[in-house]
Nanobody, 124 residues
Framework: DVQLQASGGGLVQAGASLRLACATS????????IGWFRQAPGKEREGVSA????????YYADSVKGRFTISSDNAKGAVYLQMDSLKPEDTAVYYC?????????????????WGQGTLVTVSS
């Protein structure tokens, strides 16, 4: 079975850092795009960042560009989201998702597999 498991959320103050991890299993990691999405209370789910594992291409939403860094550990089948200079508006439940690679997409409907969310709360 394909599984994705997100972890690493927590409560931090503005300006702090967190690293989220997405552990995957059940599929050939190099063939996939792994994306990070977030959903704040009362808001729609939005794409944050994604990485095409096979070729290393990455994407960042404008709201996180320069603050967040996505990376993958192909040996472990894991993707990480390093979040620096966190802001209160980054508060959300963060999800990782996987899609068979045909290029990076930040359309949630393009992703076939989802992990459970991990809550990130940034206080001001």
């Amino acid at each position: 079975d394909v599984q994705l498991q997100a972890s690493g959320g927590g409560l931090v103050q503005a300006g702090a850092s967190l690293r989220l991890a997405c552990a995957t299993s059940g599929f050939f990691f190099d063939d996939y795009v792994i994306g990070w999405f977030r959903q704040a209370p009362g808001k729609e789910r939005e794409g944050v960042s994604a990485i095409s594992v096979g070729d290393g291409n990455t994407y960042y939403a404008d709201s996180v560009k320069g603050r967040f860094t996505i990376s993958s550990d192909n040996a472990k089948g894991a993707v990480y989201l390093q979040m620096d200079s966190l802001k209160p508006e980054d508060t959300a439940v963060y999800y990782c998702a996987g899609r068979r690679s045909s290029g990076i997409s930040m359309n949630a409907k393009a992703y076939d597999y989802w992990g459970q969310g991990t809550l990130v709360t940034v206080s001001s």
